[in-house]
């Protein structure tokens, strides 16, 4: 059994120590009241088999509280109270230099809990340890001076996570949509460099990377880009082809006819497209970004996003091809074609290409095989975004959505300065989210223990501390001058701002969103109710819980003009955090705090059965309360010899909910060659990925992609994400 110490690294349970440290104590009192030996190795013995109990690596924290119960349920209240001043007495002595031992654990590469904290960042590379060490002391500067105290416990004890604490002594925002059209078309600024209006669609993908790298180094969430925005320079590449093509044969002495330029200028197109895709896929996978992982890129097709029907024909060419590559997917070291994380791709279902007899069915049939390889592209239903939206567009990065524009109808205007503005039309692209704030639902239940009237006043005391520290990310991001990153705030990213001027016009009228995140709302409504959220008498409630969340938001935003928006959140580590927190708090109640994982958002518990069309259906109503961010998803088999049944669950997603995607799994093992699943099985008390033709353990051997968070991920997870993983029931 492995332990996880102060510094995040892991270790032997060593029960030995457990008896030093009582007899120590034991020692320290007078001879009446101390304990005998055999009570004390009792005591140690009952820690061990509640350490084992529990399911997964305890810290040593929970140990020691643990040794605390058992040495007071002895009646030794004498030994109790000496344990407990040492223990207090070495904690002050352990501040001083908590954050110098985290970040020397981060360089020796031995701090378990850096290591899963996110499964698409390599702890090992210099970048990635250079991001971390830098994170422990803005963390540190933020939970000693730059957040009130409450907040900061309130972070601690998993009541709220305070999200990206690591970045937030800079003045750094969430996820944006990059307003691609308006630097390609206009041209940017990359470190001093002037690049102007490209002039061929190759030259537009390089300079897209190139943006997407800068902008994911500037910020610490995902961003989105359109490939709508790079259709036009389809167009520039074949007049430009056509004319070398007609001095070619020219040249030759060969008087060819219009038809026959156009048809080698037509093939010369399409492997300049092939090869302007595969910059981007191969840049957004390799690139590194100061944060020491691949930009969180998510790239966006919509068909109904082009001006034009020539237009809309050169998008369907590049979305073509963006499928087939990646479908083929990406060579890892072996040589092996693997599933790349990213980037993230979201085709868009409308009534172009839902049905079998129109224009763009191929598109549709093309994305489902990708899917189903290599689940991606995730999708977004254009006939439930517009009814229950108003407007079409991507979220930014996973999962989180802008709210639907206002400013542009409120006659506020341009406020950014956008090359590109067109009164009148709604605008998304250059918009972006300030930060995230997540209420641990289920500890607001377990708060209440089950009285009603308890729980709504707990839950208001608890939102309204969110709303508190959500202001304090607001109140970070204001006075920020646009100098502080260039590439966002002067260049086109997200504005055209002058040197020198403040971005605060940009954190009101709705231009940016500020999330509300929750969690665990099945284990919340399973406690006060005895029923999960999805039982008919249950979901009443559930839907009041997010009601009552989404009413906060516009009460916050009325008495602010700030746009608070409700998100299911992504808990990718924080879900570890939160179900040791509601351990450590109130113990482990069967079916509420007995995993090592709380349930994401509003989503169907993982070992709840249910069919992949009533999960979808179920969960939209729960997709649509929460406007500032949310997506659902179905877990599947292989159903690469399956296709007709991915695009049914296509077709429904369609006509039934906003945002979903299909999970199924992706892996390959370096040592014996198996491309079948990796398992996750127990081994020494500890959840690890195991080949099950040749028993390979080394996970820096295989290939694993799983989708997590709305992402996936390829570094592996905590042991609370891990056990998720391995508890997924199939939808399917």
């Known amino acids: 059994m492995k332990i996880i110490k102060r510094n995040g690294s892991e270790a032997v349970f060593d029960i030995t120590k457990i008896i030093v440290a009582i007899t120590?104590?034991?020692?320290?009192?007078?001879?009446?009241?101390?304990?005998?030996?055999?009570?004390i190795q009792r005591i140690a013995e009952s820690v061990e088999l509640q350490c084992q109990k529990i399911g997964r690596a305890p810290t040593v924290e929970e140990i020691q509280d643990m040794v605390e119960h058992y040495i007071m349920a002895h009646g030794a209240f004498e030994v109790a109270k000496h344990y407990i001043t040492y223990r207090y007495t070495r904690s002050l002595v352990r501040k001083s230099n908590t954050t110098d031992e985290k970040i020397l654990s981060l360089i020796e590469c031995n701090n378990e809990e850096a290591k899963q904290e996110n499964s698409n960042k390599n702890p090992v590379v210099n970048s990635t340890q250079r991001d971390y060490m830098a994170g422990e002391v803005s963390r540190d500067l933020t939970e000693r001076i730059l957040?009130?105290?409450?907040?900061?416990?309130?972070?601690?004890?998993?009541?709220?996570?305070?999200?990206?604490?690591?970045?937030?002594?800079?003045?750094?925002?969430?996820?944006?949509?990059?307003?691609?059209?308006?630097?390609?078309?206009?041209?940017?600024?990359?470190?001093?460099?002037?690049?102007?209006?490209?002039?061929?669609?190759?030259?537009?993908?390089?300079?897209a990377t190139q943006i997407v790298a800068q902008v994911a180094s500037n910020q610490y969430g995902g961003q989105s880009i359109s490939l709508t925005h790079l259709a036009p320079f389809v167009q520039v590449s074949r007049e430009k082809l056509r004319s070398i093509v007609r001095e070619e044969l020219a040249s030759a002495g060969l008087n060819a006819g219009e038809q026959t330029i156009n048809d080698i200028a037509e093939k010369r197109l399409l492997d300049e497209i092939r090869r302007g895709v595969q910059t981007i896929q191969y840049q957004v996978v390799t690139l590194l970004t100061t944060n020491g992982q691949a930009p969180f890129v998510t790239v966006f097709m919509y068909l109904n996003e082009a001006r034009n029907e020539q237009e809309k024909h050169d998008l369907a060419l590049i979305i073509e091809e963006t499928l087939r590559q990646r479908l083929q997917g990406v060579k890892n070291e072996k040589g092996i074609w693997v599933t790349p994380a990213f980037p993230k791709l979201i085709y868009v279902l409308e009534e172009d290409n839902i049905h079998e007899d129109t224009k763009y069915w191929y598109l549709t049939e093309l994305a489902a095989r990708c899917t189903a390889k290599r689940m991606v592209p995730d999708y977004i239903s254009e006939k439930k975004m517009l009814e229950l939206k108003g407007d079409v567009y991507v979220?930014?990065?996973?999962?989180?959505?802008?709210?639907?524009?206002?400013f542009t109808d409120a006659g506020i205007g341009n406020i950014a300065h956008a090359g590109n503005y067109q009164p009148g039309k709604h605008k998304y692209y250059g918009r972006f989210n300030q930060g995230v704030v997540t209420i641990n639902l289920p500890d607001v239940a377990l708060s209440s223990g089950g009285n009603i009237e308890k729980f709504w006043k707990i839950f208001d005391e608890r939102l309204e501390l969110c709303h508190r520290a959500l202001l304090f990310r607001h109140e970070r991001l204001k006075g920020t001058l646009s100098d502080a990153a260039p590439i966002l705030w002067q260049y086109g990213a997200c504005?055209?701002?002058?040197?020198?001027?403040?971005?605060?016009?940009?954190?009101?009228?709705?231009?940016?969103?500020i999330s509300l995140g929750y969690a665990g709302l099945y284990e919340c409504v399973k406690y006060m109710t005895g029923k999960s959220h999805t039982d008919p008498s249950a979901t009443p409630f559930a839907l009041s819980i997010m009601q009552h969340m989404n009413d906060a938001c516009a009460k916050w935003k009325k008495e602010s003009d700030v746009d608070f928006s409700l998100y299911g959140t992504p808990l990718e580590s924080t879900t570890y955090k939160f179900a040791k927190c509601l351990q450590k708090r109130f113990g482990v109640i069967k079916g509420i705090t007995d995993k090592g994982y709380i349930t994401n958002s509003y989503h169907v518990h993982v070992t709840e059965p249910i069919d992949?069309?009533?999960?979808?259906?179920?969960?939209?109503?729960?997709?649509?309360?929460?406007?500032?961010?949310?997506?659902?998803?179905?877990?599947?088999?292989?159903?690469?010899?399956?296709?007709?049944?991915?695009?049914?669950?296509?077709?429904?997603?369609?006509?039934?909910?906003?945002?979903?995607?299909?999970?199924?799994?992706?892996?390959?093992?370096?040592v014996c060659g198996w491309d079948g699943e990796?398992?996750?099985?127990?081994?020494?008390?500890?959840?690890?990925?195991?080949?099950?033709?040749?028993?390979?353990t080394d996970q820096d051997k295989m290939n694993v992609a799983r989708r997590t968070c709305g992402y996936i991920g390829t570094q592996f997870w905590n042991q609370g994400r891990t056990q998720e993983i391995k508890d997924r029931v199939l939808h399917l």
């Open 495 to 513: 504005a055209r701002l002058k040197k020198g001027e403040p971005i605060d016009e940009l954190l009101y009228h709705g231009y940016s969103t």
């Open 612 to 670: 992949a069309f009533k999960k979808l259906e179920f969960e939209a109503q729960f997709q649509h309360l929460s406007p500032g961010g949310a997506i659902s998803y179905v877990e599947v088999p292989d159903m690469q010899n399956n296709i007709p049944a991915v695009l049914e669950v296509m077709k429904f997603i369609y006509d039934h909910i906003i945002y979903a995607e299909l999970n199924t799994k992706s892996d390959y093992c370096q």
């Open 678 to 696: 990796i398992e996750i099985v127990e081994e020494d008390g500890k959840l690890i990925w195991k080949c099950p033709q040749c028993g390979n």
């Open 147 to 207: 957040l009130p105290q409450d907040i900061v416990e309130a972070h601690r004890e998993g009541i709220i996570h305070f999200h990206d604490s690591d970045y937030y002594a800079q003045h750094m925002h969430n996820c944006d949509l990059v307003n691609l059209e308006d630097m390609l078309q206009n041209g940017t600024v990359i470190t001093g460099t002037l690049i102007e209006k490209p002039h061929s669609f190759a030259t537009a993908c390089n300079i």
């Open 24 to 39: 120590k104590a034991n020692d320290s009192v007078e001879e009446a009241d101390r304990m005998t030996p055999v009570q």
């Open 395 to 406: 979220c930014m990065g996973c999962r989180s959505f802008l709210t639907p524009d206002r």
